[in-house]
């Protein structure tokens, strides 16, 4: 596992947090900061993801 993929995947649960947070207090900004988030994280872990096949790849070749 590599940095982006945790960085990523943290994203996501401090995002879902956030969006959850902010259904609860009716708060639609801090909700929709959530849901940013959470694609942020997706889109970083997907590249950590990406990076991590590419690595082994090499290391198979």
Not at 2 to 31: C, F, H, M, P, S
Not at 33 to 40: S, V
Not at 41 to 58: F, L, N, Q, T, W
């Amino acid at each position: 596992m590599n940095r982006d993929q945790i960085k990523g995947r943290t994203e996501q649960a401090a995002g879902k947090v956030k969006e959850v947070a902010g259904r609860a207090t009716k708060d639609r900004d801090l909700e929709a900061r959530g849901q940013a988030d959470q694609a942020t994280g997706k889109v970083r872990a997907g590249y950590g993801d990406a990076k991590e096949k590419v690595k082994d790849a090499i290391d198979k070749a």
